[in-house]
């Protein structure tokens, strides 16, 4: 099978230029637009010829610089369709294109060496065609899934950290602003992070500003409760402000005390009973 390989790899040129001859000019938000920036363009010149490379190599009787090349491909395509947000269904799309094309080239080999070639012959390397592609599409779509969860794990686990910034407004005077949906993660979260800040920021009295979060649930509410408790064992004062009538009854309704924090309706009013003015220490 020696000869489908050579005339696949002297074809790889040809192949690819017809593959980029089969985009589409009206997809020009996706990488296999025909209007795809020129950084993009050269990506995937070299990957579909290494595409190609890959493909060819499983028509070796030797197995091995086929499971080789294929470990490299499904890697590099899956990262780069994931930086660049591509859906898997266009990736999918794509490689049909390049298995559709690879089997003119072979049915074009049959034809050019019709004498030398068995019905049998033309059978097995449809066969072994089929069986690439499956492969192919089983291994990139296996990584492409595996990076997608790592990546919005890592967006998640930033959005919850920008979503609990400790903010210093004097020198021992800092600020907790909490902002949209608290959710178990997010509490866990805040009980694990923020006793550190405030211990590097030198914080000895920390508000709690719960005036954009909506309302509060019940493991939530024991999270709350416990930062103060862990807050109190570091010499923190804890306040509260903002918090809203639900949330507020929710937290009596479950037995929870929050009281033992000072509680405001406004941030502002905090600062202002407490005498806190901005960028000074003064309380």
Known sequence: ????????????????KKWFQMRETSKTNSIYSAQSDPKIENMLKEQHAFTIETIASAFLDDQKPFEEKLAIWADTVARSRVDTTTPIHEVLAALGRTRSIIWNFINDFCSENKANISVEDVLKWSSILQETFERLYQEFS?????????TIESRKNLLIELGSPVIPITKSVGVLPLVGDMDVDRAEHILNT???????????????DFSGVSVLNEVVVHYIYNLVDVLRLLGIKTSFSGIGPKSAMFSVQLGID??????YNTLQQALIKNKIQIGTDEL
């Open 1 to 16: 099978m020696d000869n489908i390989y050579q005339y696949l790899i002297a074809n790889s040129a040809n192949i690819s």
């Open 142 to 150: 296996k990584l492409y899934f595996e990076l997608l969860l790592q």
């Open 194 to 208: 923020v006793p550190q800040k405030c211990n590097q920021e030198h914080i000895s009295h920390l508000f709690v």
């Open 258 to 263: 929050l009281r033992r924090s000072d509680s």
